[in-house]
């Protein structure tokens, strides 16, 4: 490490204007990102359908089947709220109960769609009717 520091602070010449033609490795280079995006999509709760029964699921299979349909801005919100974001809501770290307060909330807003100016108001609507 220092003795490579001290060659660049030093201004000498790096190997690649040494005059010698570089070996093109750019051949051997092969992103695959696609296969990245098929791991990200894939949904346990929903199978990357977008539903569980008549809900849309808190995943990106969701979010993009909801978006196909009707596009309610705030359902959009409720179905990409965080983890964290609903577990302090409820006041519960427990993941059943943070994924079935997130479902219900979502349900809530598409049958509520266009009545709330955000999901906060959605929430609050949402659990004085649960209550
Ligand atoms: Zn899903």
Known sequence: ???QLSMWTQG??????????QR??????QPAPEVVQETW????????TGRIGRRFCNC????KAW???RGDPV???AIALSSGTVAGLIGSN??????AAQAGLVGWCIDHAGEYQNWQEAWEAYKAAEV
């Open 1 to 3: 490490m220092g003795k």
């Open 12 to 21: 000498e010449d790096l190997p690649l204007f040494s005059g010698t033609a």
């Open 24 to 29: 093109a490795a750019v051949e051997t280079f």
């Open 41 to 48: 999509a894939t949904c346990r709760a929903c199978k990357d």
């Open 60 to 63: 990106e299979a969701g979010v």
């Open 67 to 69: 978006e196909a349909g």
């Open 75 to 77: 359902t959009t919100d």
């Open 94 to 99: 427990r993941y059943p109960e943070i994924k």
